[in-house]
Every structure is written in C-alpha cells, then in structure tokens.
C-alpha cells in the first residue's frame, strides 16, 4: 500500500512562487511514476506535470510549460512541484498521484494512488 501526503500550499500574490511536496509511504517509491493535478470546484481534475521513475523524464501540461517543475528525490521518497510566475488560474487544490509503471500519464484514471490535496491561492 502507498501513501502520499501533499503540503506546502498556501496563499501567494500573483507573480510568485510556490513549492509543494508529497511525501510518499513504502520502500518501493522508485517504482512508481509520479504526477501532479489540480482541480478547481465543478471542474475535472487537470494534470499539471508528472515523472519517470528514475526522474530523467518529465511532461507538463502546456499551461504550466516554462513556470512549473517537478522533481523527485527518491532518497527522501519526495516528489517535489516548484511553481513559480503563479497566476490567479493557477489557484486550485493540487493533488500527488502515483502509478507503478515506468511510464507516466496524463489522465487521472492512470494512476491509483492519491493524497488529500493542498490548497493553493493565488491572489491577483
């Protein structure tokens, strides 16, 4: 079984930046591919950026393309979202995901493991 827990949302003024981590339960957290989603009320939930295993991929969505990255220290069991030149449409609850395979996805549906969720504000 796998755990993950996010923190490090919060409130920010548009322009800034933001870092988020997931920590995650579980000896094997270098098997798993690693995402990143945010979901809005009344919206779908969205993906934002995920990573390979090893951490030698990444993908993004292109909303975040240039201003997001994410990485992972599979020492620390960590994935990491740094987010920066925030904007109000960022605001949202960010969501960890994981998913035991060696390629990442980009739907929702793709990955088994979720945490809680943090909320990000972004003031404008």
């Known amino acids: 079984q796998v755990q993950l827990v996010e923190s490090g949302g919060g409130l920010v003024q548009a322009g800034g930046s933001l870092r988020l981590f997931c920590a995650v339960s579980?000896?094997?957290?270098?098997?798993?591919?690693m995402g990143w989603f945010r979901q809005v009320p009344g919206k779908e939930r969205e993906f934002v950026a995920a990573?390979?295993?090893?951490?030698?991929?990444?993908y993004y969505a292109d909303s975040v393309k240039g201003r997001f990255t994410i990485s992972r220290d599979n020492i620390k069991n960590t994935v990491y979202l740094q987010m920066s030149s925030l904007k109000s449409e960022d605001t949202a609850v960010y969501y960890c995901?994981?998913?035991?395979?060696?390629?990442?996805?980009?739907?929702?549906?793709?990955?088994?493991?979720w945490g809680q969720g943090t909320q990000v504000t972004v003031s404008s």
């Open positions: 995901a994981a998913r035991y395979s060696g390629n990442f996805a980009n739907t929702p549906s793709a990955y088994p493991y």
């Open positions: 579980g000896r094997t957290f270098s098997s798993y591919a």
């Open positions: 990573i390979s295993q090893s951490g030698g991929s990444t």
